[in-house]
Each structure stands twice: as C-alpha cells, then as structure tokens.
C-alpha cells in the first residue's frame, strides 16, 4: 500500500440503449478522455476522437 499510481485510463461500458459513451479522468494534472462507441452507429468515432484532442489542446493554449 501507498504505491504510486503511474496512470489512468478513463473507460466505461456501453449500457443498453447507448452508442457512444464518453468517460474522462483527471489525476495529478493528467486528463484522460476515453470514447467507446458502437461502431455500426458511430463509424467516424477516429474523426471524433481527432475534434475531442484538438477541443482539449485548444482549451490547454487558452489557459496558458
């Protein structure tokens, strides 16, 4: 016990009736977004996570 905890993973199931499920985590100044998807319903789900990376670097340049 008091192991340092080197990373997290920001992940979560996609519960019935959903296609897309978005999950995120901070941790000693690390966010961490995780998007699962159902790929028949959401088959750009590679551009999305492409806009989710941007909006977060763009938000990142915006408070420094």
Do not use: C, F, K, N
């Not at 296609?19 to 319903?41: H, K, N």
């Not at 750009?44 to 492409?50: I, S, T």
């Amino acid at each position: 016990l008091g192991g340092r905890v080197r990373e997290l993973y920001a992940l979560s199931e996609i519960a019935q009736g959903h296609v897309l499920r978005i999950a995120a985590i901070s941790s000693a100044g690390t966010l961490s977004i995780g998007l699962l998807a159902d790929a028949g319903a959401v088959p750009d789900l590679d551009a999305l996570a492409g806009d989710v990376r941007q909006a977060a670097a763009d938000l990142l340049a915006a408070t420094a």
